[in-house]
């Protein structure tokens, strides 16, 4: 039996999140994902395409959801992303781990840390104390209790879109949720 929270975000965007976008743009995007899922990496570049495509119109929220079950690198690779964040540079990070999705070993980790100028001390010991897992469990609870059972799942405006998250679905769906927000 559907219950009346099916398919919309529980968790409400907030300052916890990792927004890149105007606070002011009518349309939010949230995806939930993972940075060793192949489908996830897809999608990235779909979301890049995305930002450029609508500018101003769209922010874009980014919480993780890792499949450690099948994506062993999974759960350290988001914790690296928390742990650069904690630098002012999750976007950066996040970019790092999408674009090297087949080298997330721990020293790899440490290597995007290290281009990305981070305080090399700090974020090792983040990452080897595990400071950001609870963080990242809010994520995946707060998906779990949205619906989401795979990655990438997107929400549009508080819903779940349900469809394909190639570039001319996932743009049809935002477009009609500006025009919405318009009215």
Known sequence: MATKTEGKLILPVSARDHIAGSGQA???????????????????????????????????????????????????????????????SFWEMHEYLFEHQDALEDEDLIGYADDLGLDMARFARDLGEHRFAARIREDVLSGIRSGVNGTPTFFINGMRHDGLYDFDSLATTITEAAEVARR
């Open 26 to 88: 009518p349309v939010t995007l949230v995806e939930y994902g993972d940075y060793e899922c192949p489908f996830c990496g897809q999608a990235y570049i779909v979301v890049e395409e995305l930002e450029d495509m609508f500018g101003d119109l769209l922010r874009v929220v980014f919480r993780h959801f890792p499949l450690t079950n099948v994506h062993p690198h999974a759960q350290h690779a988001a914790e690296a992303a928390e742990a650069a964040g904690a630098q002012d």
